[in-house]
């Protein structure tokens, strides 16, 4: 089999991790010795073993009375380069060194301050033979969520929302109206297990009375995210629920009640998107779904805040309502859910 195949195989089993890894990356590796898989991991869990060491239990836990000779023997491919720091948990590098593996194949270097070729500098320098770039741009866009915090400083930003055949977002009346079915909202929710957090504003809030959790599938709630300038949600609202860590951007106070978290800002109407992505980053949120309103949505793609776009269109027509936002995006994705259209977008200016 070729690297490329082995490294395909990594990102399965980083997949694995996702929702459940972060700020940390999705990392899955796979051990190869005489032409066969000995061993496999992945990082399962932020806070408990990286992908290496899990690969490596495995050799021994499947090998028991040649592991050691065996890894003598082996080539690891991992989608990251190994860590060369003490974090969580020891380095991964040093491991692969004490256990005197014959190579390492990396599809992605780290650019975190704390590794960015220090791993690779390890292995060589302990003379096993490295071998990195070895399908990047797959790597790269597979962990683009910690890419993005990392070079840029603030989470990856997913846009999300549903229009109408002829462009219409919400009801102008102030009511609640659905737009696409069952299938796309079960969806939703599974986007919600697999990112950190889920933004909306006041009116969305007022107006649909949304929970933010992902009921309709096995996982983690986001962390719920609502603009609420003034504090004029009513207290009866499900965001006030306990169902999620939910914090209020507002401009009256700062406070912690129970798992409601109040972050005062300053001015919000001057440069509200940036404000929030440089809190987000500060409260180490890798990720986040913005789920409206429209003139939420709108001032995202205005600031060119956003990296992804996920937009359902309905197969029915409106008389009237809000107009949906404009995206101005390269398409990646469309696919057919039963009578509702999904589109993708990357924004192809950042």
């Known amino acids: 089999m070729s690297d490329e195949f082995y490294i395909k195989r990594c990102l399965e ?11 940390n990356p999705m990392v899955g590796c796979v051990i ?4 066969k898989i000995i061993g496999e991991g ?8 990286h992908a290496e060491p899990n690969a490596i239990k495995s050799v021994f836990d499947q090998h028991p009375e040649n592991a050691a000779q065996l890894l003598k023997q082996a080539t690891i491919y991992v989608n990251l380069e190994p860590c060369a720091h003490f974090g969580k948990t020891p380095p991964c590098a040093d491991l692969l060194v004490k256990h005197q593996v014959k190579q390492v194949v990396i599809g992605n270097t780290d650019p975190f301050s704390a590794v960015d070729g220090k791993g690779i500098e390890k292995l060589k320098t ?7 770039g070895v399908l990047e741009g797959e790597c790269s866009f597979f962990n683009r969520r910690f890419f993005t915090r990392l070079k840029q400083q603030r989470p990856y930003v997913i846009l999300k929302w549903a229009e109408t055949a002829n462009g219409y977002f919400a009801a102008s009346n102030g009511h609640q109206k659905w737009i696409s079915g069952l299938l796309a909202k079960r969806l939703a929710h599974k986007w919600r297990t697999e990112e950190d957090a889920t933004l909306i504003g006041k009116y969305t809030a007022i107006v649909d009375n ?4 992902a009921r309709e599938w096995p996982g983690k709630n986001p962390v719920r ?3 609420d300038k003034s504090l004029d949600i009513p207290a009866s609202n499900h ?3 306990k169902e999620a860590k939910t914090i209020i951007f507002n401009e009256i106070k700062t406070d912690v009640v ?3 978290h109040y972050i005062q800002m300053e001015d919000m109407q001057y440069y509200l998107p940036q404000k929030i992505m440089f809190q987000l980053y500060l409260m180490d949120i890798q990720s986040v779904i913005i789920e409206g309103g429209a003139k939420i949505l709108k001032q995202f793609l205005d600031a060119g805040l956003w990296d992804e776009a996920r937009i359902f269109s309905a197969a029915n027509s409106w008389t009237e309502g809000i107009a949906s936002p404009v995206i101005n995006g390269m398409l990646q994705e469309q696919v057919q859910l039963n009578s509702d259209k999904l589109s993708i977008y990357i924004n192809k200016f950042k």
């Open 13 to 23: 089993l980083a997949e694995l991790g996702m929702g459940k890894v972060s700020p």
């Open 32 to 35: 190869v010795a005489n032409g």
């Open 42 to 49: 992945y990082h399962q869990e932020y806070g408990q073993a």
């Open 126 to 132: 302990a003379g096993i033979a490295v071998k990195t």
């Open 210 to 213: 949304p929970q933010l959790t």
């Open 225 to 227: 995210l609502v603009i």
């Open 239 to 241: 965001i006030f629920n």
């Open 258 to 260: 129970d798992n409601i």
